[in-house]
């Protein structure tokens, strides 16, 4: 923000003086490289589409590395929440989606009788922008997580 | 350059949390507000209100998609906790949870706003 200011500046003065120098007065200021000419690419190349099948196995083995035989604790689910969520999240973006803004959330509940009902929507462009969700079960957990890929044209 | 930089402070550019948060308890308000826990009826309480939530926030007319989950628990004693971690831009993107309850039930809203 504040380089923003200095080069306003710059270029007025630069300005002031006269137009001859106003090629070598660029020089000072940060050598700005000319924009690529756009593209108009509004959809993912072939091949780069959200990888649906390796996100749905990714999600599966860190729930199943950080959860199994383990029984709910309420002083450690909150990490294994954290913990699952960020391992999957940098999992993903391992995989090198370009292009696409990755969301993960991640569930812990204690199996203890009680009902409940999760529901979602989404506005958004399905084309190019998709979800993963994956359950893993054992006698007092029961973790839920879902990962959407979300393409910014 | 500066032209996206002052794009992305441009008030239709920013996910605004109050107002997003203000939405969501009010469509949770109107869908489950006086009601208790019926295991019937839940399917339609998270279509209700995630279904409210979404059509409101189009009225926002924002240049963003928008991902909303809803999560209605019944109260008996078991532990619930949700972690979310995100890969995006900091200056467009923004997500809101809203936690609400009642004497038989527990209900969690989140709204995820993504910026086009």
Known sequence: MADEEEVVDEEAEVVQVGSAESESGLSPVEVEKPLAPPKYEVRPGLGEKFQARNVREIIISTMHEQLTGRQYRTDQAPRWAKVISNAVRQKVQDLDMKRYKILVQTTVLEMKGAGIKCGQRCLWDPETDDYVDELFRNDTIFCHTVVYGVYLY | ?116
Not at chain 2, 102 to 110: E, L, Q, R
Request: net charge negative.
């Open chain 2, 1 to 116: 350059m500066e032209v996206k930089e002052c794009n992305d402070l441009a008030e239709e550019n920013q996910f605004i949390v109050d107002d997003v948060s203000k939405i969501i308890k009010e469509a949770i308000e109107n869908s489950i507000g006086g009601t208790a826990y019926q295991h019937n009826k839940v399917n339609q309480w998270t279509s209700a209100v995630v279904e409210s939530c979404l059509s409101q926030l189009t009225k926002l007319e924002k240049p963003y998609k928008y991902i909303v989950t809803c999560t209605i628990m019944q109260k008996n004693g078991a532990g619930l906790h949700t972690a979310s971690s995100c890969f995006w831009d900091n200056n467009t993107d923004g997500s809101c949870t809203v936690r609400w309850e009642n004497k038989t039930m527990y209900c969690i809203v989140s709204v995820f706003g993504l910026g086009i």
